[in-house]
């Protein structure tokens, strides 16, 4: 099916900022909607940002709001995730997801998942 492979994690000082992609081959992802989670160690996988499929509509955990942006050009096949003004507590392995439909906490259906990007934030 669809596989995703996400990109851009790394080291940065709190309040910077970092760009996260996530590539996707096999299939376009024009239909599908995208997400990103994370996941912190010893923590459950929450839910970042989602877009839906002609990215008319974008969801945004209360965390993250005003600080993370998600966007997609479907003719690169590409999401991306914009985090400003990073924190500590943003520190997760970040996964990119592709799914049927968009809400406002996650995706729609089963996903497709990629292997992670890790994200450490220092302060």
């Known amino acids: 099916q669809v596989q995703l492979v996400e990109s851009g994690g790394g080291l940065v000082q709190a309040g910077g900022s970092l760009r996260l992609s996530c590539a996707a081959s096999?299939?376009?992802?024009?239909?599908?909607?995208m997400g990103w989670f994370r996941q912190a160690p010893g923590k459950e996988r929450d839910f970042v940002a989602s877009?839906?499929?002609?990215?008319?509509?974008?969801y945004y955990a209360g965390s993250v709001k005003g600080r993370f942006t998600i966007s997609r050009d479907n003719a690169e096949n590409t999401v991306y995730l914009e985090m400003n003004n990073l924190k500590p507590e943003d520190t997760s392995l970040y996964y990119c997801?592709?799914?049927?439909?968009?809400?406002?906490?996650?995706?729609?259906?089963?996903?497709?998942w990629g292997k992670g990007t890790l994200v450490t934030v220092s302060s």
């Open positions: 096999g299939r376009t992802i024009s239909p599908y909607a």
């Open positions: 997801a592709a799914a049927t439909g968009a809400r406002p906490n996650g995706l729609v259906g089963k996903p497709y």
């Open positions: 877009i839906s499929s002609h990215a008319d509509n974008t």
